[in-house]
């Protein structure tokens, strides 16, 4: 995965929502390098369960397994892959 496409703005932006006023360059870099290495992670469990199943596509159930995987607790939402969550 390609850090640079990750925007100092759009980090800026999420950990706004999360409660955090402001934040120095380094942890902005800081930040980059984890959600690499979190998407990489990540990526390598969808594609084990993808290959598990012998299917050549990725369903949702290889996301929520993985992301169960690494650690992260999540609902599953009825509106993931109907194309409509954008407009919730």
Do not use: W
């Amino acid at each position: 995965m390609d850090s640079h496409n990750i925007t100092k703005p759009s980090i800026q932006r999420l950990c706004k929502k999360a409660g955090v006023k402001s934040m120095s360059v380094e942890c902005v870099d800081s930040i980059k390098h984890i959600m690499e290495l979190e998407c990489e992670e990540l990526i390598n469990n969808i594609i084990s369960y993808n290959e598990t199943s012998k299917a050549k596509t990725v369903m949702v159930d290889d996301i929520y397994k993985s992301i169960f995987d690494t650690g992260f607790i999540i609902s599953k939402s009825e509106h993931l892959g109907q194309g409509i969550c954008s407009s919730i």
